[in-house]
């Protein structure tokens, strides 16, 4: 059912047109976010579905109805607005600021009764503010506020509930509490919502639908996986940015795309990873000057995107596949070229062990071999012990354990202090 119909809306402050042709419409149930950069329309759009703008141009219609021929106090029956800004100038109760939400269904001249207090204590458990119910809203923290302040919009018994950036200048749990409360508001109660907010990865891991505004007008409408693309991010924003899918949850996510330019000179370090372990390794080698290279890695894994990203040379194997012998060898010729090998943190199966060789094999051709992180390698071995053996011969042979990328970094810096040719000596002295 549709609850929420926008149609062809535009608003001026003034001469300034700030929205131009938005369209639209909310069912009952859902999450709508609402993107965009500053001073793009989010919030003149927010007043216009509220009565609180009337559009220049087109109309906006609550249940099939034209909401300025309805009476105010009958719109804000169904319609409840959260504001960005949440002080409240009046030394009042969080009770007290709940209850205005009750003026739309209270009669003229009269004052609230039990039903309304009930009406405000459920509104208030739901969003975990009871407790708080006899404390002066000015000593509530940002996030307590916020729940209050939601509170009070359920208060009216909306149908739609609109709210400006609800998880700003708030920590991860409070953004997160919030987040799920507005989820269930609208799966458990059938509450349509519409939210202005400006993080990606929150807009895509809770909104059933998202629109992009740029401009005053709408640039893309749709699913998250339809709006959420780096295309129409670098139109809207002017930035570049990564959108990936988490392998956990499912969801997209946004990252930017900052990325270091890899050298054409200097040492060549040949990182050996898996499971995402070297990534934060290759970008940090790349960003220190370093030229890079990777091997053996799945496609899809984690590291491969990051290696695609950095533009690295890397070896490449099927998803989800063990290493093959063609495979292997291409690894030990990318080793034959290195100045060092780094080895990260990953877990080994017989899957990867052929990886383990490879570092094996460097260290027997006198290149310098790390050995990075402390987490013990039988935490790590799925071999049967087999890694284990192999990782314990490198430490004889005397590979460098390292605790960290600082501490990787540190070693490689003053070892390439004298150029390539003195980074190479550097090794064949130290093996």
């Given at each position: 059912m549709v609850l929420l119909k926008v149609l062809g809306v535009d608003c001026y402050y003034e001469s300034k047109k700030v929205l131009d042709g938005i369209s639209f419409s909310i069912e009952e149930g859902d999450f709508v976010g609402l993107l965009g950069p500053n001073a793009s329309g989010k919030t003149t759009l927010l007043r216009a579905l509220s009565r609180s703008l009337k559009p220049k141009v087109g109309?906006?219609?609550?249940?099939?109805?034209?909401?300025?021929?309805?009476?105010?106090?009958?719109?804000?029956r169904n319609v409840a607005v959260v504001p960005q800004d949440t002080s409240v100038h009046f030394d009042l109760t969080a009770l007290d600021v709940v209850l205005m939400g009750r003026y739309p269904h209270l009669e003229r001249f009269k004052g609230e009764g039990r039903r309304d207090i009930e009406i405000a204590r459920r509104a208030m458990e739901i969003t975990d503010t009871w407790e708080l119910a006899e404390r002066p809203i000015s000593e509530l923290s940002g996030g307590e506020r916020q729940k209050v302040?939601?509170?009070?919009?359920?208060?009216?018994?909306?149908?739609?509930?609109?709210?400006?950036?609800?998880?700003?200048?708030?920590?991860?749990?409070?953004?997160?509490?919030?987040?799920d409360l507005l989820r269930s508001l609208s799966v458990e109660k059938g509450m349509a919502v519409l939210s202005v907010l400006h993080d990606f990865n929150l807009a895509s891991r809770y909104c059933d639908s998202l629109i992009l505004i740029g401009g005053g007008r709408i640039v893309s409408i749709g699913s998250v996986d339809e709006v959420l693309t780096r295309e129409n991010i670098r139109e809207v924003y002017g930035v570049d940015v990564l959108v990936?899918?988490?392998?956990?949850?499912?969801?997209?996510?946004?990252?930017?795309?900052?990325?270091?330019?890899?050298?054409?000179?200097?040492?060549?370090?040949?990182?050996?990873?898996g499971g995402g372990s070297g990534s934060e390794l290759m970008r940090r080698l790349?960003?220190?000057?370093?030229?890079?290279?990777?091997?053996?890695?799945?496609?899809?894994?984690?590291?491969?995107?990051?290696?695609k990203l950095l533009g690295l040379k890397a070896v490449v194997e099927a998803p989800f596949s063990p290493i093959s012998d063609e495979a292997h060898r291409e690894n030990l010729e990318l080793v034959k070229r290195a100045d060092a090998v780094v080895l990260s943190p990953t877990c080994f199966?017989?899957?990867?062990?052929?990886?383990?060789?490879?570092?094996?094999?460097?260290?027997k051709r006198g290149i310098r071999v790390y050995l990075v992180g402390v987490d013990s390698i039988e935490e790590r071995d799925y071999t049967g012990g087999k890694a284990a053996s192999i990782?314990?011969?490198?430490?004889?042979?005397?590979?460098?354990?390292?605790?960290?990328?600082?501490?990787?970094?540190?070693?490689?810096?003053?070892l390439r202090r004298g150029g390539s040719r003195g980074f190479n000596a550097n090794l064949l002295k130290k093996s």
């Open positions: 109309a906006v219609y609550l249940n099939e109805r034209e909401i300025y021929e309805m009476d105010g106090k009958e719109v804000a302040m939601i509170a009070r919009a359920l208060t009216q018994e909306p149908k739609v509930l609109l709210l400006d950036e609800p998880t700003s200048h708030l920590d991860i749990k409070n953004q997160l509490e919030i987040m990936r899918r988490h392998p956990i949850t499912g969801t997209l996510y946004v990252l930017p795309a900052v990325v270091p330019k890899p050298r054409e000179d200097g040492p060549l370090i040949h990182v050996v990873c790349v960003g220190e000057g370093f030229r890079v290279s990777v091997g053996v890695i799945n496609a899809l894994d984690t590291d491969h995107e990051t290696a199966g017989v899957g990867n062990l052929k990886n383990l060789e490879a570092v094996r094999y460097a260290a990782y314990r011969e490198l430490e004889g042979m005397g590979a460098r354990a390292v605790g960290g990328i600082e501490e990787l970094v540190e070693e490689l810096k003053s």
